[in-house]
């Protein structure tokens, strides 16, 4: 490849993606009670249907950033090579992770000044980051530059809409999205939020419908109204354990919308922390976030 595009496992990319498209991916952690654990290793697979049954438990998940030496090894290791970097990272807003790595970059080009060396906060998360390094990817594979790639994915970030929804309020309350009031009315109301990432990488609350299959259709309906091209666009579908819910929203993006392809995959367990079991997040470009 002529140069190595870096991300975090943050972005919830599938595997084969990953492979096949040569993606090198920096690892989040998180513990349960005392154990620590990564949340990708190249060539494993995370058994995450046991991660969100120990959630459904109420074990304790804790979650980290990325981890300095960690990332300075593998970045080190590309460039080494003799390979240029594009690194396009986790939600500032959402996590310290991006400026770990930037600091680390920036110590980096003192040691390599002859490589090119990039990095861009996606301002994204969970398959909306996966989504900006699959087009990434795929440009880099028809011959752009890092160059140009950076500035497509600068110029095309804020085009990156996330919306979801989440089956338990608590773990929105645990990680302060939502007031413990919020989460008991809500709750007991059977009120599902519909959310999406801002235009600052910040999670919003953006409204509420009742009931679980309101809130599914309420994404889809969020997607009709901003969506471009679609019959040419490869969007994702991420979920907390609930594919069932994930193939129905990509049976109503197809009937109303109709698009190229759709990816669907779990959310990582550092992600899926803080959403719960039963997160769904729908993914696509549109006009606007």
Not at 79 to 99: C, P, W
Not at 177 to 198: C, E, F, Q, W, Y
């Amino acid at each position: 490849m002529s140069f190595a595009i870096v991300t975090d496992s943050s972005a919830n990319l599938p595997n084969e993606i990953i492979d096949r498209y040569d993606i090198e991916i920096a690892s989040l952690v998180f513990r349960v009670g005392e154990k620590s654990y990564l949340s990708y290793e190249k060539g494993q697979e995370n058994d995450l249907k046991r991660f969100y049954t120990m959630m459904r438990n109420k074990e304790d998940v804790k979650t980290s950033c990325i981890e300095a030496a960690r990332c300075k090894e593998l970045f080190e290791r590309l460039l080494s090579e003799g390979r240029d970097v594009l690194y396009l990272g986790f939600s500032s807003a959402l996590s310290a992770t991006y400026q770990v790595a930037q600091m680390v970059l920036e110590q980096l080009r003192i040691a390599f000044p002859s490589r090119k060396i990039y990095h861009l906060d996606t301002l994204a998360a969970s398959l909306g980051e996966g989504l900006l390094v699959l087009h990434a990817a795929r440009q880099r594979e028809q011959g752009r530059t890092i160059e140009q790639v950076y500035d497509w994915v600068l110029d095309n970030r804020l085009r990156l809409c996330h919306w979801f929804t989440v089956e338990d309020l608590f773990f929105l309350k645990r990680g302060g999205r939502v007031s413990a009031a919020t989460a008991v009315l809500g709750t007991m109301l059977n009120i599902k939020p519909v959310l999406h990432v801002d235009d600052a990488g910040r999670l919003i609350n953006v409204s509420k419908v009742r009931g679980r299959r309101a809130s599914l259709d309420a994404l889809v309906d969020r997607m009709v109204e901003t969506v471009e091209d679609p019959a040419e666009q490869t969007i994702c579908i991420s979920h907390g354990d609930c594919l069932e819910d994930a193939q129905y929203v990509a049976e109503q993006v197809q009937k109303r919308v109709g698009v190229k392809e759709i990816v669907i995959h779990y959310v990582d367990p550092v992600v899926g922390a803080h959403s719960g079991p039963g997160t769904l997040a729908l993914f696509f470009l549109g006009s606007k976030r």
